[in-house]
Nanobody, 122 residues
Framework: QVQLVESGGGLVQAGGSLRLSCAAS????????MAWFRQVAGKEREFVAAIQWGYETRYAHFVEGRFSISRDNAKNMVFLQMNSLIPEDTAVYFC????????????????WGQGTQVTVSS
């Protein structure tokens, strides 16, 4: 079992930066793929970025070059550095995990955090 707790969301002006953190519990964290998804009310949850246990990464096209995902297996943490934020990035951001390889489909992930709100003002 893996429990995930996100933090770091908030209000930021367009062009600014935020760093999201996700603290994970569980002995097998290092063998899990960790991902970030986001969701706007009334819309489906969408993939943002993921990092595999071997540090392979994947990004949604709309965040490439602006967001960076990383992990610290010693601390059971995963991070999402978000730069050059735009109002369209406004959403609730969720941390998720699965024990296998990276996928971009929310239904493939077994564990989810409660989410953290990110609001980007214009």
């Amino acid at each position: 079992q893996v429990q995930l707790v996100e933090s770091g969301g908030g209000l930021v002006q367009a062009g600014g930066s935020l760093r999201l953190s996700c603290a994970a519990s569980g002995r097998t964290f290092s063998s899990y793929t960790m991902a970030w998804f986001r969701q706007v009310a009334g819309k489906e949850r969408e993939f943002v970025a993921a990092i595999q246990w071997g540090y392979e990464t994947r990004y949604a096209h709309f965040v490439e070059g602006r967001f960076s995902i990383s992990r610290d297996n010693a601390k059971n943490m995963v991070f999402l550095q978000m730069n050059s934020l735009i109002p369209e990035d406004t959403a609730v951001y969720f941390c998720a995990s699965r024990p296998y390889m990276i996928t971009m489909t929310a239904d493939d992930y077994d564990y989810w955090g409660q989410g953290t709100q990110v609001t980007v003002s214009s």
